[in-house]
């Protein structure tokens, strides 16, 4: 968790003996004084999970990728009349096992 602007800034003036900070003070100190540190972090951390995303990503675009598929051929099973006064139709469609 980063440091709020007030507690960064008073970090970055204190110009006292570190030994007088806290070990949490101290590691903020350190950490205020490395450019983006917290936004570097936020990036590792992203970096560290996209792989995992990317993954679930992946099989939620596969699930879809067969529902479209299944839904275009039971479109083609029955095409729509302009001249028919029925415009919805029940189906009862079987489910759909994804085998990854």
Known sequence: MAPTSDE???LRLFSGDLSQLGP???F???MVDIPFAFKRMEFLLFMGSLKEELATIMESFAILEV???HAAAVLMLFPSHDDCDVKFFEFNLMPI???T
């Open 8 to 10: 960064e800034l008073k």
């Open 24 to 26: 949490a003070d101290r």
């Open 28 to 30: 903020l100190k350190a």
């Open 67 to 69: 529902c479209i598929i």
């Open 97 to 99: 096992k994804i085998v």
